[in-house]
DNA sequence: GGTACAAGTTGCCGTTGTCAACATCAGGAC
DNA sequence: GTCCTGATGTTGACAACGGCAACTTGTACC
């Protein structure tokens, strides 16, 4: 691939350098004059196709969204309780890309635009957790489906989290919850 | 208070005023030099007081830790459910204060001295979550109370995340489960 | 009263996010 | 083929940041 002083390919470029630096970097810190500095372009060049930083992490947390919308519509594939196998999946994501998930939980969507990408894939998200849970439970009302799936998405949330202090003590491995369980618990509204 | 050469409390005075800047700021972000300058000290003054950046961040996850367990221990002394008053004030803590919540949930402590004060803060908490379970289901195995115990935990913060994303749309207020309804059933086992 | 140490200060450095102005390329109008 | 226009990258600059070093001021203890 030869230098060109149009590189092409920038956005998903720079979306999945910022990504791996998520994964790999120590302090999870993503830099953008860093980011573009390894893909060999200057530091400037991905304002074209981001607002700025902000703009890049809504980017990367819309595909965290999409990424989780993906598992879950595979659990649903398979055979066997959707919700169990989509608690595994939610864990393993978590273990590979702690903070990507982290970003997608804590980002702060209260004064966005509805129909910004980022709330779409999230609303995508949800949708098809509302399915895996009728999948368990059968058909049920709405609101109650949705507070069901919301439980289901809290308690992944919060036990990878957990996890994430890791190691010894209170909170080591052993100790933990059984997240798939206590999924199922809460999809049958038990 | 005049402005003296030496300030006396500077370690409280910046935890406090980094504390409201989390609270108040727009961002959520924390700037060293601005938290010092609203203060009125010199840029470098803090680092009197704490190793760096890292380090406040470090402490104010301890200072929420505290703040939790000071919830916890009050909810046991509360007439009727423990864990049904604890997810109450949770969520007003969670209200009041979100991203300092967000970062006692999402800071990574795996490397961190299992003596340090935030890890010892957290354990505190912890163990006031477990003496509230059993508070709840009468007297359990030592790693099943830890089980529901984190249970707990993992369902508030992730019900309190949820709850941050506000507004309408799928994962509006109402159609949030009953965090105090699911803490209590977790408590019991069921 | 003198002195060692803690607590604040100023000066400085490299890095970062972002703005403005300029350069380069691709594709359609003629 | 030529020209022009918009999209895409580049360079240069700026203020703010985190952090280091060296200096100053106050305090507490002998």
Redesign the pocket.
Known sequence: MQR?????K?KVAVIAAARDRLRTSADGE?????VARGIG?????PY??FP???GLTVALAAEGYRELTAIAERALLQRGSAVAALAAEYSRFWQEEPRLLGLVGSENFAGRDPESEVVLARDEWFAALVAIVEEEAGRLPAAEAYRRAAAIWALLQGVAQLRGFGGRGLLSESLLPDAAELARKAARGR
């Open positions: 060109t002083y149009h590189h092409g920038l993503i830099s953008l004059r860093e372009v200057s530091a400037n060049a074209r196709h700025g930083k902000d």
